[in-house]
């Protein structure tokens, strides 16, 4: 099943662009499931009918759903969390702590847990994605990392775990607490279910990521570092979709200032990433109902399948040079000082400005020391020793 994720800022188009991307697929023939993820829900708005927590039919082979991330959370997080906050006070580091309390990006995550049920049902060759505001879209794409990390510290302490846990329960009281057994179930469904979700997302023969994008300026330079941050995370971005240009008949008169703007925003897009630039003019009114979306869809994708790959790039990537291996990453737009990378032992720690990611290295460069790191044209380039 081919998955589509739409991100960007807010109110630049994402609800709008995944459903007609969704309306324009299902004109090839694809059966297409369009979910939103993203807790201010506007599928409804943006078909001017209601779509709920419950799949919808919308028009013959598009089914439509709004994914409630809190339902989807398993009622025990609550117990889990203060669970962990007791378990965390003085034994880990405080920044992880707070990062898996708040669980930034778990619900979307959790949220997410949608596209494999979609798939289960083996009726829908598309799930087209309409996701949360990028932010959101990326510390969800954190997680698996921070847990990662916080399984380890969990299982060294189940080790020692006698000492450790003994005290605080005693301390908490025994009723307030979830039986030991039932807390690490709950952790590793928790583990299992997200790297379920990792492993759709960073399967780069199905999924890719779509970023919309309005020609002005803030927006497009956001855009240029979601691209990198997602392919630092490992998702490849396919195609970038502007959305509201203005028609060729603004080019004189009133808003003659804002189209040539424009152009050059769109000039500088097109520089800007190493992917195909898909743009949709501004409608004349809001583009509300499947007609709308549908007509704006054959605006945006002309006679190209919406659900087809615009690009292959693989965002991660190892090659072989000369007896050494090469570890290629996409970071469109990113500078030498923005980039850190450390090698700590089977893992390689990459910082791009304020994202950080783990990658564990695979068991043929393992051991490996890095003889040179590079950036050139927005690819970052690991050279490893033979
Ligand atoms: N190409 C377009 N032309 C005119 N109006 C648009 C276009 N794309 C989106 N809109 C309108 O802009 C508003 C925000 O779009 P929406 O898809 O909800 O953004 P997001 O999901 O990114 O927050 C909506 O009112 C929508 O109808
Ligand atoms: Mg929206």
Redesign the pocket.
Known sequence: MRVLLHT??????????SLATALGAARFGHRVFVLST?AAH?LG??LGRSVGAAPVEITANVVAQEVSALEELDRSWSDIQSWLRELLRDETNEMLAEELLVFPGLEELMALRAIREVEATGDFDVCVV?CA?TGSTLRMLRFPDALRIFMEHLFEWEKKGVRLLRPIMRHLGSDRLLPREEFFDAFERLYRDVEDVRQILLDSDRTSARL?VNPARIVVAEARRSFAYLSLYGVGTDAVLV??LLPGSASSGYFARWAEREREELHEIEESFPVPILA????R????GVDALRG?ADRLFGERDPAGFYSRVRPIRLRKRAHRTVMEIELPGASKEEVDVILAGAELHIRVRDARRRIALPASIEGREIESVRLTEGVLELLFSP
């Open positions: 960007g800022k807010g109110g630049v188009g994402k609800t709008t662009l993203d506007s708005d943006a309409d505001p919309v959305n509201r949709a003019p501004l409608e009114v809001e583009p509300i704006l």
